[in-house]
């Protein structure tokens, strides 16, 4: 079925009257629900080849600001959407080994805005940036399942990176200048999204009839996604002087991510042959420094605390729910531009996620 996504983040500035006399609101608070389905197929080919299809949403993301916040001029809505459909074979080799491989067919839609400086920072002059692209891209994906004994399983899985080359439209709401405004234009514009490749290792434990323990730890490349590069097919007249027009080929934002490491343990409880209870913890590193944090992706270290509990009333039905609270460290942001007409952005970002799970699986 899918999860209910309900992210919460506050940005205050650290002192929005000292030395700031730039206009605009020094805070700002976002609460963008999100509902993300996911579906999952399997077959039985023959006794030990099962075949089987996923379609997720692998990566996603959304931050929302007014239009007059005091950074508007680095982000005013950020979002990207992922699709993953991944067909993939598995091989029990024997009662103790098991192989699989995938392929992944990835759609991605991303689109950026930001404003443009308007007359005196007016935010009721400012211009408005829209950047939209999408793209098809193809990945792979390999496991293995090995149970050495009766009761311990260790998995391995490893996932490719994908690149997307995203093409799109770029639209163009100058500022106001009075009469060297320049005027509205549409342009096509790319961009290349480096999403990474992962690697994780599992463990899944049973203590006895009833309990079992799991651990988990996952690598990811972030350090992939070094900038964010927006290439327009021509350029665009941003404003204008008695020098002449001033024109944008495009942008880049700096990013220099870092590879990362989520580490999770859990544990599993079955009262009867009905049901079963879970609570997990879990730690993630983000990839985001502090000299490289942008209002687009304010991220920070996570700690997750999970809850859920499965009902299975007969060999073809079974119910899944899960409640997942995650906690992020405030984030500091310092956004020092070189350009005078463009306010700097100082201040602290207090972030929370909560996650509602629901699944039905039947079994023919």
């Known amino acids: 079925m899918g999860s209910y996504i309900l992210p919460e983040f506050e940005y205050e500035s650290d002192d929005p009257t000292a030395g700031n006399p730039y206009p605009g609101d020094h805070s700002s608070r976002s609460r963008e629900a999100a509902f993300v389905p996911v579906g999952y197929a399997a077959w039985?080919?023959?006794?030990?080849?099962?075949?089987?299809?996923?379609?997720?949403?692998?990566?996603?993301?959304?931050?929302?600001?007014?239009?007059?916040?005091?950074?508007?001029?680095?982000?005013?809505?950020?979002?990207?959407?992922?699709?993953?459909?991944?067909?993939?074979?598995?091989?029990?080799?024997?009662?103790?080994?098991?192989?699989?491989?995938?392929?992944?067919?990835?759609y991605a839609d991303a689109s950026l805005s930001s404003a443009i400086p308007g007359q005196g920072m007016d935010p009721s002059t400012d211009g408005k940036l829209d950047v939209e692209g999408d793209n098809w891209a193809y990945g792979f994906n390999l496991g293995a399942l090995f149970e050495p004994v009766e009761g311990t399983r260790l998995g391995v899985a490893y996932r490719s990176r994908i690149t997307h080359d995203l093409s799109g439209d770029a639209e163009y709401d100058p500022a106001n200048f009075g009469p060297g405004t320049a005027e509205p234009q549409e342009v096509g514009g790319s961009a290349k999204l480096r999403l990474p490749e992962t690697l994780s290792l599992g463990i899944h434990q049973a203590i006895n009839d009833r309990w079992a323990v799991m651990a988990d730890a996952t690598w990811t490349r972030w350090s992939r996604f070094d900038e964010l590069r927006v290439d327009f097919d021509e350029d665009i007249t941003i404003g204008t002087t008695l020098m002449g027009p001033i024109t944008s080929s495009g942008s880049v934002d700096d990013y220099s991510w870092d590879d990362t490491w989520f580490v999770a343990l859990g544990a599993t409880f079955r009262p009867n042959n009905e049901w079963a209870l879970r609570v997990g913890v879990a730690h993630d590193e983000s990839p985001v420094s502090n000299c490289c944090r942008t209002p687009r992706i304010p991220d920070e270290d996570r700690t997750?605390?999970?809850?859920?509990?499965?009902?299975?009333?007969?060999?073809?039905?079974?119910?899944?729910?899960?409640?997942?609270?995650?906690?992020?460290?405030?984030?500091?942001?310092?956004?020092?531009?070189?350009?005078?007409?463009?306010?700097d952005v100082e201040g602290e970002y207090e972030s929370s996620v909560q996650i509602l799970t629901a699944s039905f699986n039947y079994r023919f």
Request: aromatic share 12%.
């Open 44 to 106: 039985e080919l023959r006794d030990d080849i099962r075949m089987g299809v996923g379609v997720t949403v692998p990566y996603g993301l959304e931050t929302d600001y007014d239009r007059d916040w005091i950074g508007r001029y680095d982000a005013i809505n950020t979002e990207l959407l992922t699709i993953d459909i991944n067909p993939t074979v598995a091989w029990r080799v024997n009662e103790q080994f098991a192989v699989a491989a995938g392929l992944s067919a990835q």
């Open 304 to 343: 997750w605390l999970a809850f859920g509990a499965s009902y299975q009333p007969n060999d073809n039905v079974k119910l899944d729910f899960g409640y997942t609270y995650i906690w992020l460290d405030d984030a500091d942001i310092v956004l020092n531009d070189d350009n005078p007409n463009v306010p």
